[in-house]
């Protein structure tokens, strides 16, 4: 009796103790901050391997603050905005030296990646300030000797001479629309994640640097709408798949000399990469083919303007392109590839031939950080205790004494100190905020704790948070990786409606075990709600192996559509959920595929939204679309058959279309193209378009009135 007692009055307590807890509102994600994360500041370090300076704000003033990594003690300010009439800046580098300061103000954002603004130049030792060029400029770079900086500007390269207040122009044809130099144009910035595209060499001699004519690239133009009595079009140059790329070239400039030489390669199709060995006269060149399955590595002696291939990577479907390249004192190279059928590293000799490979196991390396060279030893990270967990190692070049530096379960990753005697480790899991601790390198040690968003995991305490419920699903001969979240008072006898979460993307994953993004607290509160979420990384997601990423080529979204739709099955085949009340979202490729769920899969799922989708692979850019297809004109099925606007008809559920009409990336065309299908079916659906707003749809109160919509939608039909 006593026993049946306690159990009652700790049930009855354990129930109001959830009603105490708050439920979470759109206001809490999207206005009021309430899950905001506290992280540590961008630190950079310093040679000595013993300190690390950042940027602070105090009183209005910018400031360089130095640190040191034992202690995180404060050492004093190296540089404050105000005194000798130094501007506010927002961001700065080091010369290799150190003697010298780029600092950059009035930066301001052209595309994902790419920045334009004002820089100078502070020289410690004399306390000088010197403007790079007055007018803004892109991606300027100092030389290795710190005399020099080279930038670009209205698609010219420039050097800038510090000592003696001069600027060179060393290009003359750049031209908006036509002729970039030093630069990458758009659809390199995208997708092979490069801005500058110009390289000093070690000793400051010359400068390598590549051309885009762009002059034969489709136009494409939308409108901007703004605050003005008139609209206005923006344009720019995007390739979209099939279409002309821009034709590029390879360039050395010397800089003594003031004489440019072209670099005469074997026709290539795209330079994702250049970078200079350390023998100052040698530069190493990648080159794609256009089916991006071939690398090839060519060797370039600045001396004589030879070109020699030393290196090769093949695979039947397509060749990743990373910065995971890293030369040794004497030019050997470590390299990461998937050769032997997951990503490895390997360590190559200076002619090119492999020596050995360094890393081996059904497992990925998933990050390279660097190579000690004193030590021998290596850094990386790596999926070797799971593919949804990130752990840290570091191992020597004969792939011997490897040491786990992070053993904490869930996601690490670390930011190594110049030298490799420290390392910051952000760790952060389910049900874990991100933490942030000061490590020693050579044995993962940890020295002391920097923060640990207590006060974060204190306040989501408040609130009646579900845990993610990690499993596999198997769904025909894979066994995928899922979470599910079911509400907090789960009851196993009642049902419960649906919602599953994708992106989908090749080598992509949102089935880790990692802290809540915005998007988690937006299932939460559906959850609080009584929705069950679900999500699962079907065939063409990342870090489980070549295989199992590259077995969507030339069928995109076919195969992860299908393990979708099999996965809806087989979780509302459970008890606790509703069949009839299944729904589907994503946001750009997982909003193809939430459009293509809700058609092909018209007797599994009854709701679907779908937020900047891609509607038809014709309408993205080459280099990303062609990787996993290859051109239309070679795989039209591939492109068409899993293209939802070719059939509209099998819309039965209830559907919500959403595009930011200034997205340069997935451009609206693709949802007014699947609006006019939809109509000429005579299908009922609703839609959402929001005016000049890009790819991330946000600004303002934009991204809580795009959740308002979304969470009524669902409200009112699933």
């Known amino acids: 009796m006593m026993k049946q007692l306690t159990f009652t009055v700790l049930l009855s307590f354990s129930l109001v103790l959830n009603a105490q807890q708050k439920q979470i509102s759109l206001e809490d994600i999207w206005s009021n901050n309430t899950f905001r994360t506290e992280s540590i500041a961008s630190l950079r ?11 602070e704000f105090n009183e209005g003033d910018s400031e360089i603050v130095q640190y040191e990594y034992k202690g995180m003690t404060k050492k004093g300010v190296v540089l404050t905005s105000g005194d000798d009439e130094i501007p506010d800046f927002s961001t700065y580098a080091f010369s290799d030296d150190e003697s010298k300061i780029l600092i950059g103000t009035k930066i301001r954002p052209i595309f994902r990646r790419s920045r334009i603004g004002v820089y100078y130049v502070y020289t410690l030792n004399g306390k000088s300030l010197v403007a790079v060029d007055d007018d803004p400029i892109q991606s300027p770079a100092f030389s290795p000797n710190g005399d020099k900086v080279a930038y670009v500007k209205e698609n010219n390269i420039y050097i800038f001479d510090i000592v003696n207040n001069s600027r060179m122009q060393i290009t003359s044809d750049g031209e908006k629309g036509k002729i970039i130099n030093g630069l990458s144009d758009w659809v390199y910035e995208e997708e092979f994640s490069i801005v500058r595209a110009f390289e000093w060499n070690s000793s400051g001699s010359h400068i390598a640097y590549l051309k885009f004519d762009e002059s034969d690239v489709p136009m494409f133009s939308m409108d901007i709408y703004g605050k003005g009595l008139y609209q206005y079009p923006y344009t720019f140059k995007y390739p979209k798949a099939g279409e002309k790329n821009a034709e590029l070239s390879l360039h050395l400039f010397d800089v003594n000399q003031n004489s440019h030489a072209k670099v005469k390669l074997p026709e290539v199709d795209y330079i994702p990469r250049i970078k200079w060995m350390n023998t100052p006269e040698l530069l190493t060149v990648q080159t794609l083919n256009r089916h991006q399955n071939h690398l090839k590595m060519y060797q370039v002696n600045a001396v004589n303007n030879s070109v020699d291939l030393f290196f090769e990577e ?10 995971n390249l890293t030369f040794l004192e004497d030019d050997d190279f470590i390299w990461t590839s998937e050769r032997d059928g997951f ?41 070797e205790q799971g593919s949804t967990q990130r752990h840290v190692y570091s191992i020597n070049a004969k792939g011997k004494r490897k040491t786990l530096l992070t053993p904490e379960s869930g996601t690490n990753s670390a930011q190594f100190s110049k030298q490799f005697y420290y390392f910051i480790n952000t760790h952060h899991s389910s049900n874990t905020p991100y933490q942030f601790t000061l490590h020693l390198a050579r044995n993962g040690m940890q020295m002391m704790m920097l923060k640990d968003n207590k006060a974060l995991k204190n306040r989501v305490a408040e609130f009646a948070i579900s845990p993610k419920e990690f499993s596999t699903l198997r769904v025909g001969d894979h066994d995928l990786n899922m979470y599910m979240i079911k509400p907090l008072d789960f009851d196993p006898s009642k049902t419960y409606p649906l919602l599953m979460f994708q992106y989908s993307g090749p080598g992509s994953q949102q089935v880790g075990d990692r802290w809540n993004g915005t998007n988690d607290y937006w299932h939460q509160m559906l959850a609080q709600q009584g929705y069950i979420i679900a999500c699962v990384d079907g065939r063409g997601t990342g870090f489980k192996g070549r295989d199992f990423k590259k077995s969507t080529y030339l069928n995109l979204v076919k195969y992860e559509t299908e393990d979708q739709i099999a996965a809806a099955k087989l979780l509302s085949q459970r008890s606790y959920i509703d069949e009839d009340r299944t729904g589907i979202w994503g946001w750009s490729f997982g909003g193809h595929m939430s459009t293509n769920a809700i058609l092909k899969g018209n007797d ?16 993205y850019d080459t280099i990303y679309t062609e990787r996993f297809l290859r051109t239309p004109d ?13 059939y509209p008809e099998l819309l039965k559920g209830k559907y919500l279309l959403v595009h930011g009409s200034g997205d340069d990336n997935v451009h609206v065309q693709n949802s007014m193209r699947m ?22 749809i946000y600004g303002g109160n934009t991204r809580l009135h795009l959740y308002n919509k979304m969470t009524s939608f669902i409200k009112d039909n699933l």
């Open 45 to 55: 370090s310093m040679n000595n391997g013993y300190d690390y300076t950042v940027i």
């Open 343 to 383: 990503n490895h590293l390997y360590l190559y000799n200076a002619d090119g031939t492999l020596k050995r490979q360094i890393t081996s196991g059904d497992w990925e390396v998933t990050s390279y950080y660097g190579y000690d060279a004193k030590r021998d030893r290596i850094f990386y990270q790596s999926t």
């Open 604 to 619: 599994t799922f009854e709701v679907a939204i779908a937020v900047a989708p891609v509607t038809s692979w014709r309408f």
């Open 314 to 323: 093949q695979d039947d479907a397509y060749v990743d392109i990373h910065d």
């Open 634 to 646: 070679e795989n039209p099925e591939g492109y068409d058959n899993e293209s939802p606007f070719n």
């Open 675 to 696: 609006i006019d299908a939809l109509i000429q079916a005579n299908k009922p659906f609703e839609w959402a378009i929001y005016p000049d707003r890009n790819h991330g």
